[in-house]
């Protein structure tokens, strides 16, 4: 069973005529990277696939029933978003922020038990912001609080992680760290998908890998199928030079 399929799929991007109809099959275990220039629509697919964003047309299914069929809580107990821009609605701590993960599997009034804080004070210290599971987290910087909502996914524990730019301003120990994450839980049986801007992350962490272009065309398959420099360099109108280290390859721009 997948976790995650789309049924010809075409997402609504505002004043967009058309695209290409997604056939996307998401199978545990699997690393999804989704590439494309800005307003090529990643967000607007991501969002989609979390049910947040109505289809122009098509469906989406999560583990084999329609998303749009299922109540919200069941959903939440399977698929965690990762967003790209958050507003901290009302004051909360590190800590508070976490346990939010754990309210899809709570009834309305229900506290969190210790299992709980548990899976929450875990994911801080996987994350490294433990030592501020007490701060407000509208004080903290744009990493931490960015680590703070992986955080808060990893303790909703979800089949599917839906990650909008996952490595946004975090520095390069924390960017390998979040992508060992991801591929960690993927190992485990989880699936995930993730906008990212770094090409080089991409083919260093995913398996496959959807290029989606402004035009609303996308392709998609495994990796190594995918980060072909010529078509890399049609999708981001860009010059690149290409070399393998550690066995991936590493994507350069260049001049001209
Ligand atoms: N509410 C809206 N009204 C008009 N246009 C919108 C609206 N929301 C999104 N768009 C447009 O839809 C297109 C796709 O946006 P989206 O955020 O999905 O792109 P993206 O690929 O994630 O871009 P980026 O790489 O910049 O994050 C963009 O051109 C954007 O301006």
Redesign the pocket.
Known sequence: MSVLATRDLI?D????AGGMPLNLVIEPGQVWG?L????????????TLAGLHAPRSGSVQLNDSVLGHLRRRHIAQRLGVVF?DRQDGFPATVLETALIGRHPYLSPWQMEGADDYARAEAALERLDVAHLRDRLVSTLSGGERQRVAIATVLTQAPNLWLA??PTNHLDLHHQSAVMALMAEQAAKGQAVIM?L?DLNLAARWCDHILL?Y?NGEACWGPRDSMLVPSALESLYRQKLAVVEVDGAPVFVPIKG
């Open positions: 997402i991007v505002p004043e967009r989704v494309g220039p800005n307003g090529a629509g990643k967000t607007t697919l991501l969002h790209q909008d730019e906008c801007h989606l402004p």
